[in-house]
């Protein structure tokens, strides 16, 4: 069996009350690894109950070295005028590819901006791209993120309580194109994942396949826990591994004492010299940080392997 290993000084990031647009919450955050940071753009709300994004970096992955004071990322549209939720981040080519939680107070959609690595380095965040709504109307969608394998993009989203993947050749979402395809991981029975499952952080590419960390919800007693799964390399629509039992489930303060008792949910991770980094936000409140090993993590995982139909 293998656990997340807790970082001792979390909570890694914490609301600021004199910052009004993130005194109530600072939460699910994307993360990547470039040019030898970690860059993480978290969700900060406020007592309005408004979200936007708000950006820090790490040089180690613990300790926040930067913090900046105003939101790098707020609504722009009617269907997010509620907030900007729970951002994923992806790098493909020289963009990345930003996909969030659009809610206008009555449904969740998915929405996906752009921006340049080059402007996001320079910290030149009004530039990115103009929202596209990418989920189709009436339909509560969300926990979506973006990888690319060879030429097709899968888009990875939850239509409740499954994990979808839709596969297209381009990114043209003109013309209500939106996404779609077909369900394909599903909840388990009487396990801690039986109510509801979506994405966590995007999927990382391993030599063993693509390594996806999700979160799951029990029937039971409604906690939130985050587990693994292990995908093709070459098709992540196939599944290689899942593990049977979460790796972090709520135990400590910062994951009971807030906004949403027991409650660990990610939106990003990265690999720091064979190590893997899971940014979480804790009881709706918190922004923190657990590892592992990634070769005990793959390990783990190809030790439950699915039998293939």
């Known amino acids: 069996m293998i ?33 030898g940071k970690v860059h993480i753009i978290y969700r900060a709300l406020s007592h309005s109950e408004i979200s936007v994004f708000g950006y820090v970096s790490s040089e180690n992955g613990f300790e926040i070295v930067e913090r900046l004071n105003k939101p790098i990322y707020y609504p722009r549209i009617k269907e997010e005028s509620k907030g900007c939720e729970d951002p994923r981040l992806t790098i493909i080519e020289d963009k990345i590819y930003m996909t969030y939680t659009a809610y206008d107070g009555n449904i969740a959609r998915v929405a996906l901006t752009t921006i340049s690595k080059e402007d996001f380095l320079e910290k030149k965040f009004f530039n990115w791209s103009f929202p596209q709504i990418i989920s189709a109307p009436g339909i509560f969608d969300k926990n979506a993120c973006i990888i690319k394998v060879k030429d097709k993009f899968y888009i990875f989203h939850r239509v409740m309580p499954f994990i979808w993947i839709d596969v297209r050749d381009n990114l043209d979402f003109e013309e209500n194109k939106y996404i779609w395809g077909m369900c394909y991981f599903r909840t388990r029975e009487r396990e801690w994942d039986s109510e509801k499952i979506g994405i966590a952080a995007p999927p990382i590419q391993t030599k063993e396949g693509w390594l996806l960390i999700f979160h799951g919800m029990s029937m039971e007693d409604k906690k939130y826990r985050l587990g693994a799964m292990l995908l093709d390399s070459s098709d992540p629509r196939k599944l ?70």
């Open 3 to 35: 656990k997340l290993k807790r970082y001792e000084g979390n909570p890694i990031l914490v609301p600021r009350e004199k910052n009004i647009w993130e005194n109530k919450a600072v939460f699910n955050a994307g993360a990547i690894y470039l040019d």
């Open 240 to 309: 290689i591994a899942r593990l049977p039992y979460p790796i972090l489930e709520p135990e400590v303060w910062y994951e009971n004492e807030g906004l949403r008792s027991g409650t660990v949910f990610s939106c990003g991770a990265v690999i720091i010299k064979d190590k893997l980094f899971v940014y979480y936000g804790g009881a709706d409140k918190y922004l923190n940080v657990a590892t592992c090993g990634l070769k005990e993590l793959l390990e783990e995982l190809l030790k439950h392997r699915i039998e293939s139909s």
